[in-house]
């Protein structure tokens, strides 16, 4: 899917970085990239280093979310991953104003760990009912 970008100069965006492992795999990986990372609890220990941001906030933020677009990314995103709160409506906010607003013509969303959204126990996930009758065709 990202073989398209590899020797390309590009931004991407990740939400949700944990200890900043990804943000070094895609440094690698995106030679010429310019990788930013936002979390509302950035690693303590992690050093961005060069061609890496990381900035401090909330997927939930739209005006912080903007802000972070137009100071690395001017022209918009390449690549946008949401690897964040992995809570269904924070993931549909943060997708339509990115999409709407940030992502280049041509760019790529990927939204990660979207089975949380069948577990009963997630803050809006619902466990699938194998016994319901189907309502569409596919």
């Known amino acids: 899917m990202f073989a398209p970008w590899v020797e390309k100069r590009i931004n991407l965006l990740e939400i949700g970085v944990d200890k900043g492992g990804s943000l070094r795999l ?6 010429h990239g310019n ?3 936002i979390d509302w609890e950035p690693p303590k220990d992690f050093v961005p280093g060069e061609r890496i941001q990381i900035f401090k906030g909330s997927q939930d933020d739209e005006q912080f ?3 972070v677009a137009n100071q690395a990314a001017p022209d918009g995103f390449d690549i946008i991953i949401d690897d964040a709160s ?12 990115l ?3 940030h992502l280049k013509p041509g760019g790529l969303y990927v939204i990660g ?5 069948y577990w009963d126990d997630w803050p809006d996930g619902k466990a699938i009912n194998r016994e ?5 065709r596919w």
């Open 132 to 136: 319901a009758p189907r309502t569409s």
């Open 86 to 97: 992995h809570v269904g409506e924070l993931t549909k906010r943060t997708f339509w104003h």
């Open 65 to 67: 979310l903007s802000r």
């Open 99 to 101: 999409f709407d607003n």
């Open 26 to 31: 895609w440094q690698d990986y995106f030679p």
């Open 35 to 37: 990788i930013v990372g």
């Open 113 to 117: 760990d979207w089975g949380t959204g």
